[in-house]
């Protein structure tokens, strides 16, 4: 890999058990926070336990993360919705 993923100074890989919580990986909650600050979007699937703007609630929930984060999200053909999700 290379480009803008080295710049992060993160592993190329995240160790990820599907019966593990992820909200306990410190890694993968690192690499979130640091996608964040560079405003990454994340998006939302209704259809998925685990989507990343989930992720970035739970994040927001426990206390880790402190500021907003954005989701996006698909309504219909040519319908995408651009969401901030800010604490209050």
Not at 49 to 66: E, H, N, T, Y
Request: net charge positive; hydrophobic share 45%; proline share 6%.
């Amino acid at each position: 890999m290379g480009g803008a993923f080295e710049q992060l100074d993160l592993d190329s890989v995240i160790a990820f058990t599907p019966k593990g919580r992820v909200e306990k990986n410190s890694k993968l909650i690192d690499l979130m926070l640091k996608l964040n600050a560079r405003g990454v979007v994340f998006s939302y699937d209704p259809k998925s336990m685990v989507s990343p703007s989930w992720f970035m609630a739970r994040l927001q929930d426990q206390g880790k993360l402190l500021g907003p984060y954005k989701e996006i999200s698909w309504r219909a053909p040519n319908l995408w919705l651009l969401t901030t999700y800010e604490l209050v």
